[in-house]
């Protein structure tokens, strides 16, 4: 069974760090894009980041610009979130998921992807 796995999510204040990781099982998706996602309680899923299979390609949300930084460990193929200045508003439901086509270049449509995780949850405090 393919699983994707989040963790690292929790309570921090305003300001704060935290450090999201993703670890697939039944298949590493090395050859896949990777992105995250966020729900924020009745709001769509929105984008966050995203990182193509090699790594060079990185994209990110405008609201997380300069403040988030996706990466992916070849040799461990986990895909990470590491979250700076964390704010209230980026109080949400955090998802890994996987792209749906090999060398697919990773894109911010959540259909692009077909393996999500069951997602870890991030609140920020004021």
């Known amino acids: 069974q393919v699983q994707l796995e989040e963790s690292g999510g929790g309570l921090v204040q305003a300001g704060g760090s935290l450090r999201l990781s993703c670890a697939p099982s039944?298949?590493?998706?090395?050859?896949?894009?990777m992105g995250w996602f966020r729900q924020a309680p009745g709001k769509e899923r929105e984008f966050v980041a995203a990182?193509?299979?090699?790594?060079?390609?990185?994209y990110y949300a405008d609201s997380v610009k300069g403040r988030f930084t996706i990466s992916r460990d070849m040799a461990k193929y986990t895909v990470h979130l590491q979250m700076n200045s964390l704010k209230p508003e980026d109080t949400a439901v955090y998802y890994c998921?996987?792209?749906?086509?090999?060398?697919?270049?990773?894109?911010?449509?959540?259909?692009?992807?077909?393996?999500w995780g069951q997602g870890t949850q991030v609140t920020v405090s004021s």
């Open positions: 990182i193509s299979w090699s790594g060079g390609r990185i």
């Open positions: 998921a996987a792209h749906g086509v090999v060398y697919g270049t990773p894109g911010r449509k959540a259909d692009e992807y077909d393996y």
């Open positions: 039944g298949r590493t998706f090395s050859r896949n894009a």
